[in-house]
Every structure is written in structure tokens, then in C-alpha cells.
């Protein structure tokens, strides 16, 4: 399975709103073993389709023992609230506090079309809303105050060009 690469802030396609998924087969399934393939290279914990590039309502997760491909993801609850550090492969990992709420419910599709409900609290919870935003061409940075947000695209842009 080859790794795809992953798009950077402030390639299109990140702002873009994911195209619903209809065709549950095996390119799909294929396509989301690439996904966790480049999402463990990066040592990330969730990728958006988005973030190989496909404008698609797909992602996949690996974050506090809550491994799942989400295909047509919703938020259908919420409770409570919490401030931690967040960062996203498509921003160089640049971390910055987000408010989210402590605990969501996912209702999304699974490779197979299976509609499914999870609820996680903390940091997985974290990963359904962050995810859930990239396949709304929402990037975590768009939740931050203006100052914030230039702070973070600031240093993701210098430590690029260190690179
Ligand atoms: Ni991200």
C-alpha cells in the first residue's frame, strides 16, 4: 500500500467540503488502508481525505484505543468542554489550545456502508471534531482567535523553511 502525501496548509483542497461517499467498495477500502498507512508514518492519530488531497466525507482514526474509518461523519452530540493542545499533519504539527466539547457521539459509515454511533470522551472525542471539521473543509486554526491563528501559520511556515 503506498503512502500518499500529505497536503499543507494552505492547499486548496483543505477548504474544500468533502463529497459525500457512495460506493462502498473495494477502492474505498483500499484507499482507507492507505490512509492509516500515511497517517502511522506521520505519527498522527486521525487523516482526513482532505489531507491526501480528496475533497471526500472520509476519515480514518487511531487515538486512545478508538481505531474506526469514519465515511459520511456527523457530530450528533455533545457535552461539556475542554482546552487542550491540538495540532494537525496538515499545519507541521504547530500545537495550539482549541476548545472542544469533553465528549462527542460519531454517527458515520464504516468501509463496509455500516452505519455506526460512537461516543469517546477527551482526547479521541478531540479526534472525531477535528476530523469531522476536515471533511467540512474546517482546519483547527479556523477555531482560533485571529491573533492565535497567525501565530500558528507563522511558525508552520518557518519551521518549513527550515526544513
Ligand atoms: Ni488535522
Known amino acids: 500500500m503506498p503512502i500518499r502525501k500529505i497536503t499543507e496548509y494552505p492547499e486548496k483542497v483543505l477548504a474544500e467540503i468533502g463529497k459525500p461517499v457512495t460506493v462502498f467498495d473495494e477502492e474505498l477500502e483500499n484507499l482507507c488502508a492507505d490512509m492509516f498507512e500515511t497517517m502511522y508514518e506521520a505519527e498522527g492519530v486521525g487523516l482526513a481525505a482532505q489531507q491526501i488531497g480528496l475533497p471526500m466525507q472520509l476519515f480514518?482514526?487511531?487515538c486512545?484505543?478508538?481505531k474506526l474509518v469514519a465515511?459520511?461523519?456527523e457530530i450528533i452530540a455533545t457535552t461539556g468542554e475542554q482546552s487542550n493542545s491540538e495540532g494537525c499533519l496538515s499545519i507541521g504539527k504547530?500545537?495550539?489550545i482549541v476548545v472542544r466539547a469533553e465528549r462527542a457521539t460519531l454517527r458515520a459509515q464504516d468501509a463496509k456502508g455500516e452505519w455506526f454511533e460512537h461516543?469517546?470522551?477527551?482526547?479521541?472525542a478531540r479526534c472525531f471534531q477535528h476530523e469531522t471539521?476536515?471533511?467540512n473543509g474546517k482546519l483547527f486554526i479556523d477555531r482560533l482567535p485571529k491573533m492565535r491563528r497567525d501565530m500558528v501559520v507563522k511558525r508552520f511556515r518557518k519551521e518549513k523553511n527550515w526544513k
Open 71 to 73: 465515511a459520511n461523519p
Open 60 to 62: 480514518v482514526m487511531d
Open 94 to 96: 504547530v500545537p495550539a
Open 64 to 66: 486512545e484505543g478508538v
Open 119 to 124: 461516543t469517546a470522551e477527551g482526547y479521541a
Open 133 to 135: 471539521d476536515h471533511c
